[in-house]
């Protein structure tokens, strides 16, 4: 079985400084990664996922994420973030059954609040 | 090119009554994925459908919850005599083949619950 853990509920950071939202997972196979933004009052839109190869993934809106086996983990990063940032982030790990992924799992999100 | 369609977004029951929410997937998709996200916590995988089919519900709790796929029409998740701790988001993803690995899923806005 796998599980997500999102270290931080609530990260507020300043307009334009950096920010890092954590993830650690544990799984007894070979994993797939992803991060997932949640706006208000909107469904879930994939940031970026890590299927294999580099272990430095880029997404879209300047974000990009760090695969680390040895640490299990999948830190979320931006070297500068605007207000339009502000969102729930959600990790997910998805592993691959017989073929095929029938589901994902996912961490209970990473509120991030952007400050003027 | 409407995406995942949802409703109604939000939805207020008694406790005993019925819910139905319905989840249209994006035009060609032929796979539905029921989340379930309780507050403060991530989303919680609950069925996953394919056309006239349910091929996982693992994640369902064993009464009064069902779900279906017809072959016309939207998927539909049915609660039968709620209960407070119904309250909930229930989100809808699909996508166009069985494989969340390779392929995204997209999820639609979701629908609030709120038993009263």
């Known amino acids: 079985a796998q599980s997500v853990t999102q270290l931080d509920s609530q990260v507020p950071v300043f307009e334009e400084a950096p920010v890092e939202l954590r993830c650690n997972y544990s799984?007894?196979?070979?994993?797939?990664l992803f991060w997932y933004v949640q706006y208000p009052n909107q469904g879930l839109q994939l940031l970026l996922k890590?299927?294999?190869?580099?272990?430095l993934v880029k997404g879209i809106n300047g974000f990009e994420a760090e695969f680390n086996k040895s640490q299990t983990s999948f830190h979320l990063r931006k070297p500068s973030v605007h207000i339009s940032d502000t969102a729930e982030y959600f990790c997910?790990?998805?592993?691959?059954?017989?073929?095929?992924?029938?589901?994902?799992?996912f961490g209970s999100g990473t509120q991030l609040t952007v400050l003027p | 090119n409407a995406g995942v369609m949802q409703n109604p977004r939000h939805l207020v029951r008694r406790r005993g009554q019925e819910a139905r929410l319905r989840c249209s997937p994006m035009?060609?998709?032929?796979?539905v994925y029921w989340y379930r996200q309780l507050p403060e916590e991530g989303l919680k995988f609950m069925v996953y459908l394919q056309k006239e089919n349910i091929i996982d519900e693992s994640g369902m709790p064993k009464e009064r919850f069902s779900a279906e796929f017809p072959k016309e029409g939207p998927s539909i998740l049915r609660i039968q005599q709620v209960v407070r701790g119904d309250s909930a988001a229930y989100f809808c993803a699909s996508s166009p083949v069985r494989n969340l690995i390779n392929t995204e899923a997209f999820f639609g806005q979701g629908t609030r619950l709120t038993v009263v």
């Open positions: 890590y299927l294999s190869g580099s272990t």
């Open positions: 997910a790990v998805g592993t691959l059954l017989s073929g095929s992924a029938r589901q994902l799992t």
């Open positions: 799984s007894s196979v070979s994993v797939y």
């Open positions: 035009k060609g998709h032929s796979h």
